[in-house]
């Protein structure tokens, strides 16, 4: 695969995710223990062979550097293309406010130029799945099609896709038209945001639109271009989740104590990778009782874990009930607290004794570096 | 290409066998035999050198080193990847006069006396890649260095009983030692050689062509080398090490020192972000304890699935339990699976081998160990003990 590139727009709407998001992009956001959201599309994308990458970012990349450093992890450190970090770039002159990610793509556009591969791949980081991108550009040739949006068909949990764009199909596939998903519907066609095409299709749609000056977002360029196209899609059947929002986030974790969901995502050929930790194995002590949980390393828990997500490094304290919770790496939970619907971001400490619920729809959120 | 001086560079020995450690070391050297839930032997070593500010390592490999090699590779996860110096796997190798055998520990450091020179070091700190403990070694060189002596050797205590199995120095009042006895029958002290060694590369160069020249020589550091320099009057002295160190020589040790992680007071804290203890990572995802599972004074890695009862027992990646399985005071090496109804006691646990639905592996003798590996070419799983007799031959339907 090694004519095709991939991009990840990190240009994403942060607005369902505010709690989660200060200081750092969905992208970063911690997930399931040990990974950030971006590492299953960056892993989609390595797993496929291709091996350059270009981020777009809205900004915020402080921990997007530190996650991604050279790529290593992904084997993204190479001489030839590998992994571009692609900031926008200010200029004071000309500052309009609520540019839409046109204007990213403005401003990087030699990077897409000078890139050397035919396709490309552009993806969302904030869709969470494990898809085979080998297999769906093989199908995009076949088809041959202008361009080819990757989806899911949603049965059930429709509003876990709330706000998705939804895709009208013919019986070949082909795209009719894209809407969106108001819940309202029995099932939905969801878009993954992932679409497949020539790298020269794309240049033209991002120079047509800023030449035109009628679109501030990639994805209405797209669609609107889509009339003169032939839109096919192809459709995934994996696990699949939208982290869109702190409920879809909460959500996501404890739907993925399911092992066999688990499974779809993580024991397929294809892995996930993230960046290495050097983390000791955790520890359980005599008197811990744990029940349906992931955790990660370098833990060490003296209390009892039900039903939740513990990251990297957590301390659980003797006699702490840590309940239907997420607690993101190298929080500590004192004595005898009682945790339930909680979601602690990353260095939260709670002191002994404290009592902490959330409702299993509103799950309560305690911002990083917080002390209680 | 030229070299960047060196004030120390480090020597690590990790070509032996560990012949008693049996089944464990039947395709692996013994610094690569699986340790603490996530790493190798040699990944403390490596690690202390790491944390140490010593970044230049030669680790000298003889027997079995396919995993070795594949383990240490460029030396990444120890941050030993440097454009200068770095980690550098040294094999025996052909010369114009034909391939030879490291004939001893003396001699692979002799071997390769190019290696050392090309960084012309001042020290050499030679280590041995089979023991299980955290030091830094700059503090040693310190020591050395504010002794100004020749050779500096590191010493930790041990029970005076146990005396008889080690090398042990008799030092004086100022720390400097006078003699040095392997094994002695009647130990005049209990401080044990660790197998860490500082010494002035000019001197050690010397000694170690005069040990080349010497025929009836064993080519040994502890059988040769130190003792011939305390013959000669150097000055040496030793460094009294206060911590945990563990030569994990035999299955019984190495499950001994396995077991020692789990007790909440042990003395190695793998916990300490400051001397962290580095590893080639697993991909894997957390691990996940089910509904019926429960899990006590145990060590689990990521990518583990646990459905049955752990207890006092540390799991490395990958490891499947099965429902109804229970595993009690044992170790099991990475992505074994272990079948439902399967009990486990006392025993170590190769890695990826499948341990079938009903079997049970109990040790009622409180002084034996199970090592429990499978024979693919004959498609049985064999059961041995820590003295090496095969206690049980199971034959696998598959």
């Known amino acids: ?372 | 290409m030229r070299k960047q001086k060196k004030e120390i560079i480090a020597m690590l020995l990790a070509g032996g066998q560990g012949s008693r450690l049996k089944e464990l070391t039947k395709t692996m050297a013994k610094p690569a035999v699986y340790f603490g839930g996530k790493y190798r032997i040699i990944d403390f070593a490596l690690s202390n050198c790491s944390n140490s500010g010593i970044y230049t390592v030669g680790v000298l490999t003889q027997y079995q080193p396919l995993e070795l090699n594949s383990h240490i590779g460029i030396g990444s996860p120890w941050d030993l990847d440097r454009r200068n110096g770095g980690v550098s796997v040294l094999a025996p190798y052909m010369g114009p006069q034909g391939g030879r055998w490291y004939k001893g520990t003396a001699n692979a450091i002799y071997e390769n006396m190019g290696f050392i020179d090309k960084y012309s070091p001042k020290y050499v700190l030679v280590l041995s890649g089979d023991h299980i403990y955290k030091m830094n070694y700059s503090r040693l060189l310190e020591y050395h260095k504010k002794n100004s002596a020749k050779a500096t050797i590191a010493v930790i205590e041990v029970p005076w009983e146990e005396a008889n199995r080690f090398g042990i120095m008799n030092i004086n009042d100022d720390n400097s030692i006078y003699e040095f006895e392997e094994k002695p029958q009647k130990p005049k002290s209990n401080l044990a050689s660790m197998g860490v060694y500082i010494f002035n590369w000019e001197i050690l160069r010397e000694y170690l062509i005069n040990d080349e020249k010497d025929g009836s020589s064993q080519n040994d550091f502890g059988k040769n080398i130190i003792p011939k320099m305390l013959k000669d009057g150097l000055d040496m002295f030793a460094y009294k090490f206060d911590g945990y160190w563990k030569d994990v020589g035999t299955v019984e040790s190495l499950w001994q020192a396995n077991m020692d992680l789990i007790k909440d007071d042990n003395e190695l804290n793998l916990y300490d972000p400051s001397w962290r203890i580095y590893s080639r990572s697993y991909i894997n995802p957390p691990h996940y304890i089910s509904h019926k599972a429960t899990v006590k004074s145990s060590l689990l890695n990521e990518g583990c699935i646990v459905h049955g009862e752990v207890n006092n027992s540390v799991l490395f990646p990958g490891v499947y339990v099965g429902k109804n399985s229970k595993i009690e005071d044992s170790v099991i090496m990475p992505d074994a699976i272990i079948e439902d109804y399967v009990t486990i006691s006392r025993s170590i646990v190769m890695d990826n081998i499948t341990i079938k639905s009903g079997t049970k592996i109990i040790n009622r003798d409180k002084k034996k160990i199970t090592v429990v590996n499978e024979d693919r070419g004959n498609n049985v799983m064999t059961m041995m003990d820590n003295m090496g007799n095969i206690k049980r031959i199971i034959k696998k339907v598959d």
């Open chain 1, 1 to 372: 695969m090694k004519d095709i590139m991939g991009i990840i727009n990190l240009i994403e709407n942060e607005d369902r995710i505010k709690d989660l998001t200060h200081n750092r992009p969905i992208a970063t956001i911690p997930i399931l223990g040990r990974y950030r959201i971006i590492d299953f599309s960056l892993s989609n994308m390595v797993n496929a062979g291709i091996r350059n990458v270009g981020i777009y970012t809205r900004g915020k990349s402080q921990s997007l550097m530190d996650h991604l450093g050279t790529g290593k992890e992904w084997d993204l450190d190479r001489k030839i293309d590998g992994l571009f970090l692609l900031n926008p770039i200010i200029d004071f002159n000309n500052i309009k406010i609520n540019k839409g990610d046109i204007e990213s793509f403005r401003s990087h556009l030699n990077y897409l130029k000078s890139s050397r591969q035919r396709y490309v791949v552009i993806s969302r980081s904030y869709m969470i799945c494990n898809v085979d991108y080998v297999d769906a550009v093989n199908y995009h040739k076949e088809t041959g099609a202008d361009i080819t949006i990757i989806y899911k068909k949603i049965e059930e949990d429709i509003d876990k896709f709330n706000d998705c764009d939804t895709l009208n199909l013919d019986k070949k596939e082909n795209v009719i038209s894209v809407g969106s998903n108001l819940g309202d519907k029995k099932s939905y066609n969801i878009s993954m945001e992932t679409y497949i095409m020539k790298k020269d299709l794309l240049l033209n749609i991002i120079q047509n639109s800023i030449n035109k000056g009628d679109y501030e977002y990639l994805k209405q360029a797209v669609f609107n271009s889509m009339k003169n196209l032939h839109v096919n899609a192809y459709s995934y059947n994996g696990y699949l989740s939208c982290i869109s929002s702190v409920e879809n986030y909460y959500r996501t974790n404890m739907e993925l104590l399911n092992v066999d969901l688990a499974r779809q995502l993580f024991y397929e050929d294809r892995l996930v990778y993230t960046k290495v930790k050097d983390e000791p194995p955790t520890k359980y002590c005599q008197n811990t009782n744990v029940s349906n949980s992931l955790i990660a390393n370098g833990c060490v828990i003296e209390g009892v874990v039900e039903n939740s997500v513990i990251g990297r490094r957590v301390e659980i304290s003797k006699g702490a009930v840590v309940k239907d919770s997420i607690i993101m790496q190298k929080s500590s939970i004192g004595e005898n607290c009682y945790l339930e619907n909680v979601i602690l971001d990353k260095h939260v400490r709670i002191s002994d004794g404290k009592i902490l619920s959330g409702d299993k729809d509103y799950p309560f959120v305690i911002k990083k570096n917080m002390s209680l």
